[in-house]
């Protein structure tokens, strides 16, 4: 009987795949590509992980793991709160620890877009969860839904677009995180409907 995959040595492989897949790109990265850079074999990987898109998922699950840390609040108190935790949820999210696995999920996103992508689903899951999380925290101030169905689906779009321009712009990292911050103070914490504009 085959032993099962060691899972020390698993998690080691995936997290030395996501320094490779975040500086070569997920489309044109071939597994024997992987394995040569990180010094084992494509059979090793294929033992492991199946395939390349495998490979990928998990990866991008692993960090989505390690980025759950225990003092996340997903319920704010107000909007001085919500405002915080979204500034610190940005700065930890372009930190150097989750920089390659932000790096390996927008080009997941992007490949998704292919008819037969191997990544349409994980792409559909987790922007659904990511949107469904911020409405979330939009109705415990008391938006309306309609309102903060809107505003969730403009701001997982929007920072999309602001991640893209952190790693590839000029002065990337300046300007994505202020357009990130005007995206929060203008869009996601403008007055409701219900609301007088100076309240």
């Known amino acids: 009987m085959a032993r099962p995959p ?22 044109d990265t071939s597994l024997r590509t992987i394995a040569a850079e990180i010094g084992t074999s494509a059979r090793m990987l294929a033992y492991h992980f199946h395939s390349k898109e495998e490979l990928i998922l998990e990866v991008l699950a692993a960090k989505q793991v390690s980025a759950a840390g225990p003092d996340l609040k997903p319920v704010p108190d107000s909007r001085q709160d919500l405002r915080e935790q979204a500034i610190a949820e940005w700065d930890s999210m372009m930190g150097p620890h989750r920089r390659s696995g932000e790096q390996i999920l927008l080009q997941v996103f992007g490949a998704s ?87």
């Open 113 to 199: 877009c292919a008819d037969d992508s191997p990544y349409s689903e994980y792409t559909a899951t987790t922007l659904a969860m990511l949107i469904e999380r911020m409405v979330g925290r939009l109705r415990a101030l008391g938006a309306p839904e309609d309102v903060a169905a809107t505003r969730s689906h403009l701001t997982i779009a929007a920072i999309q677009g602001l991640v893209i321009q952190h790693f590839t712009g000029p002065d990337g990292e300046a300007v994505a995180r202020r357009g990130y911050i005007e995206l929060i103070d203008t869009v996601v914490l403008a007055p409701w409907r219900s609301e007088h504009p100076s309240s």
């Open 6 to 27: 060691n899972p020390d040595r698993r998690a080691e492989l995936l997290e030395q795949a996501s320094l490779v897949l975040a500086r070569t790109g997920v489309v």
